[in-house]
């Protein structure tokens, strides 16, 4: 019945003037209708429909409201801004963005397919008005508006992490990228390659924040992606990951147990330069560190990692120093120069350089007293937290991640009983009443990782 409907809907839309196209959007105003009958028509109108002018010259655009009239607005302007026979590409845009700002989910959500569009559509005006930054907040609002209270998500993820970096917005797209996604969409245009672009590029994005440990959870689940092949984005993945590990945790973190082994062991045999330079990392030899770092120059430049390793240079030696924090109480610069490795002229300098951004950061708590006397008579003394988290600044923090906890409880709860109820799940569970296929289904789940040489490797 689906597919007679369609093919009338196809045979009565080749012949469509654009004015017919318009009748047609207006008269259908109630969701049963245009669910019914307005929307195999507008899959089915032709270019030249879109393209088209009413027949006393107007623009179709005009005649039709993007609020009221959301799907059918959405063929028309998609269509014309991708479009290359168009060349008013600033009033495109500005109806455009006017229409992201107003439509109807209810609507949109019919077609999401065609939703998707707009990515490119804000890609083909931005390339021609010659302005990256164009995308960027239409699509963030496009995103928040379509998925609503929904964390599902949709192929306009990965184009607003994309142009977000592009344009060096890297505050912009927060709001999307902090909102955890819990669902993928098929019907939503979705594919494995836009999901590990969304998580590379929003780790990317974290990394220019500073936000080292979220951009970790991005890597993570890129890498961690269920395949039976390996991407080449998720091995550059994993080379950030280990530069980052080293970062933040001073050593490369484990990945996700239910990691692939197949991905495990590729990016293991390809990032042996970083994995070897993790290594030497975690001696905590700032010595060895710096020609290590030199030596594998070349690689992490061909990777455009070479600015992510000099840091590890710098968070070495202010781990260092915070390792001193729970020894001493006071020390001289020159005496935490020694003791962390720092050697040159500029040792002591860059001492404190070093203790004043970790002050600024809130790593460690201290204080320099410049005593005048000489250029070696710089004390450095360490203090305990000042907070005692009892202020009203620290109790709506406190609350605030109460209320994150309880919410991702609430989340996980709802994703428990979706689990429990889906068809899949419960044919695999009804496997373990029988013994002797628990065993294979098992093995089919758990992946064990080895190393080259098929030892067990941490």
């Given amino acids: ?25 207006v008269s259908n105003a109630n969701f049963k209708d245009i669910s019914n009958r307005l929307l195999p028509l507008l899959r089915a109108f032709t270019l030249t429909t879109y393209l088209g002018k009413c027949s006393n010259g107007a623009d179709p655009l005009d005649q039709l409201d993007p609020q009221e009239q959301s799907l059918g ?6 269509t014309r801004c991708i479009s290359d026979l168009q060349s008013n590409a600033r009033d495109l845009l500005r109806r455009l963005i006017f229409f992201i700002n107003t439509f109807s989910p209810e609507q949109v959500h019919l077609a999401p397919e065609r939703f998707t569009l707009i990515a490119d559509a804000l890609s083909h005006l931005a390339h021609r008005l010659e302005s990256p930054i164009i995308p960027v907040r239409p699509l963030r609002t496009a995103i928040q508006r379509f998925c609503g209270d929904r964390p599902v998500f949709t192929s306009l993820h990965a184009s607003l992490a994309k142009y977000a970096l592009l344009a060096k917005l890297y505050k912009d797209p927060l709001p999307v990228l902090d909102w955890d996604i819990e669902h993928v969409d098929a019907t939503l245009d979705t594919n494995i390659e836009g999901f590990l672009s969304y998580y590379y590029y929003g780790a990317m994005i974290y990394i220019g924040n500073k936000k080292y440990g979220r951009a970790l959870e991005f890597l993570s689940l890129a890498i961690s992606a269920p395949s039976q092949a390996v991407s080449l984005i998720q091995l550059e ?7 980052l590990s080293l970062i933040q945790y001073g050593k490369l973190q484990p990945l996700p147990k239910y990691t692939a082994t197949v991905i495990s062991k590729f990016v293991r045999r390809h990032c042996r330069q970083y994995i070897s330079f ?5 001696t905590q030899c700032i010595e060895k560190l710096t020609p290590a770092l030199e030596k594998r120059r070349e690689a992490f430049e061909k990777d ?16 260092k120093i915070q390792g001193l924090t729970r020894t001493y109480i006071t020390l001289s610069v020159s005496d935490i120069a020694e003791k962390v490795g720092f050697i040159g002229e500029d040792a002591n ?13 809130g790593s460690i708590f201290a204080s320099i007293e410049h005593t005048g006397r000489g250029d ?14 009892d202020t009203s600044e620290s109790l709506a923090i406190l609350d605030e991640k109460i209320s994150q906890a309880v919410m991702v409880g609430e989340r996980l709860n709802r994703q428990d009983k979706s689990t429990a109820l889906d068809r899949d799940f419960m044919s695999r569970m009804m496997l373990m009443v029988d013994g002797s296929q628990m065993s294979a289904m098992y093995e089919d789940e758990v992946d064990i990782m080895v190393d080259d040489d098929g030892r067990l490797y941490a």
């Fill in 376 to 389: 070696h008579d710089e004390m450095v003394s360490f203090h305990d937290n000042p907070n005692s988290y």
């Fill in 237 to 243: 993945c994993f080379k950030k990951y280990v530069l």
């Fill in 73 to 78: 607005y959405l063929f028309f302007i998609t």
């Fill in 304 to 319: 455009n990692n070479w600015g992510l390793a000099g840091q590890c240079l710098r968070a070495l030696q202010q781990q």
């Fill in 1 to 25: 019945m689906a597919d007679s409907t369609a093919t009338a809907a196809q045979s009565r839309a080749q012949e469509t003037s654009t004015d017919d196209a318009v009748a047609h959007i």
């Fill in 349 to 361: 300098p860059e001492v404190e350089k070093n203790i004043l951004e970790m002050v600024e950061q």
């Fill in 278 to 282: 993790a290594d030497v990392y975690e």
